[in-house]
């Protein structure tokens, strides 16, 4: 098809690019269900044609990545969400019918929703899952009938460099395109008067974000992070609890939205987790500087600011226990990959527990009763997720009434994202917005109210036409009573 979009002059090439898939969408209005199965069904062939080639690139991009995890991570959870809204397009697509008060509907009117394409969609993607956060949202975005502008991560450039040739290999680019570019850049998209824009990354960039957005009126779905805590009730199996929160917190190095950014552990339980803990890590990962399955930290910065926290903490009082299961020698290595710090009593004070941490960086603060570790979740802004671990299902159940955040999983961490037919997204600084399944397909379209009004004049039979009299009045009096 098309080759790739080079920018040299960002901001007119963009609008060029903009206009052109706006003129297109209209052209093609209505987008038919064969039209959004074709787009659906050629990126899902990028993505398995390619899926090697895609792996490869992350793994450059990031000094080294785990091979398997990307294919689970990037790969199989992109293809989930094409597969699914391939199989529920046109479902999706019917008109909903809605009800009319009495008598309207029994006298012929009629009331419906129809879910409309928006437009042109705007997707700005990160670096910690380039290809799945790019891909999943783009699902939605097609099976709602629209055109979609990628704007890449530039800390990940040879992924997005691959990812901007097959996308314009696969589709015209008046139906998806990809620019990719540096900050300037990414400022520039993020001004677009686009119909749509979906954004994944920090929160401090995600409101510059929205601030853009708002010049055009853009409506925006934030897809933020910030610190999930887990909680670990007296009740938890916690050696269970222990491997399973290792697991989710060094997928991927920590460099998850995700993660588990902090535990809460009752007092009298601080040593037996941090015991578990690192037995866990011995187990899943008996080696890492070597070992192809533990992932490499993006770069000499985020390593350098990871590290900046250790110290801080340590400074402030904190015991950190560096899990390094084979006693290997970090320090002399070529690349940026770190063991797992557990950073015991860790308070307020310390930056890491000010900031949300993507890393392998573990806080561990103590709690007395459950009210308490619920009040240390409240004081801090909503989270994306929330862990909680035990069988006390009462105690579960009360976390859940008294906390608000954008997703929970209980006993366990991070899984409620792979369901396809439970939303995910923020709530306030963690984000706005979900997408996932017909979910996803509802962020990204207008439901449009339809109303159909029959022969007959309702207005007049109700009473509610001038000149005002009896009936008008009985009518109101009928409607007005408590």
């Not at 019918?97 to 993607?125: E, T």
């Not at 015991?275 to 011995?282: D, H, I, N, R, Y």
């Not at 070992?291 to 250790?310: F, I, Q």
């Amino acid at each position: 098809m098309a080759t790739a979009i080079k920018i040299n002059d960002p901001e007119t090439a963009m609008l060029t690019l903009l206009a052109r898939q706006r003129a297109a969408f209209e052209a093609e209005r209505p987008v038919k269900a064969d039209a959004r199965r074709s787009r659906l069904e050629r990126a899902l062939d990028l993505l398995l044609t390619h899926k090697d080639a895609l792996v490869d690139a992350m793994s450059e991009d990031f000094g080294h990545r785990s091979r398997e995890m990307s294919l689970v991570t990037d790969l199989m959870a992109s293809v989930k969400p094409l597969k699914h809204a391939l199989k529920y397009v046109e479902v999706w697509m019917a008109p909903e019918k809605r009800n009319l008060d009495f008598p309207l509907g029994l006298l012929g009117a009629k009331a419906r929703i129809d879910y409309c394409p928006k437009g042109v969609v705007g997707i700005i993607s990160p670096w910690n899952f380039p290809v799945n956060l790019t891909f999943a949202p783009l699902a939605g975005v097609l099976a709602a009938g629209n055109r979609a502008l990628i704007k890449p991560s530039e800390f990940t450039p040879v992924t997005s460099e691959l990812m901007a040739k097959l996308i314009a290999d696969y589709f015209d680019p008046s139906e998806v395109a990809v620019v990719t570019g540096d900050a300037t850049v990414g400022r520039i998209f993020s001004g677009l008067p686009f119909d749509h824009l979906l954004f994944t990354g920090s929160t401090p960039v995600g409101r510059h974000i929205m601030a853009a957005a708002a010049k055009n009126l853009v409506p925006v779905t934030l897809e933020l992070g910030g610190k999930s805590p887990t909680i670990i009730s007296r009740t938890a199996d916690v050696a269970s609890a222990a491997e399973r929160i290792t697991m989710g917190k060094l997928m991927n190095a920590g460099q998850i939205c995700l993660a588990p950014d902090y535990l809460l552990v009752p007092h009298e339980m601080q040593g037996l987790v941090i015991g578990a803990l690192k037995a866990a890590t011995g187990k899943l990962y008996p080696t890492m500087l070597a070992n192809p399955d533990y992932t490499s930290v993006l770069g000499d910065r985020h390593r350098a600011r990871l590290e900046a926290h250790v110290e801080d903490a340590r400074a402030k009082g904190a015991t950190v226990h560096i899990v390094n299961p084979a006693n290997e020698d970090f320090a002399s290595q070529n690349g940026n990959k770190m063991p797992l710090h557990i950073i015991e009593n860790a308070t307020d004070e310390m930056t890491v527990m000010q900031e949300e941490i993507f890393g392998p960086l573990l806080p561990v603060q103590a709690y007395d009763k459950i009210h308490d570790a619920i009040a240390t979740v409240n004081r801090r802004d909503r989270p994306l997720g929330l862990y909680w671990f035990g069988t006390n299902m009462d105690e579960a159940q009360l976390v859940l009434d008294r906390t608000l955040s954008g997703g929970v999983t209980i006993n366990d961490v991070i899984f409620h994202i792979s369901a396809e037919d439970l939303p995910f997204g923020g709530v306030g600084p963690s984000g706005m917005g979900r997408y996932h399944g017909h979910d996803g397909f509802k962020e990204f379209s207008h439901a449009r109210s339809v109303y159909s009004q029959p022969k007959l004049d309702l207005a007049g039979l109700a009473g509610f036409k001038p000149p005002y009299g009896a009936k008008t009045a009985k009518a109101l009096a009928r409607e007005l009573k408590k």
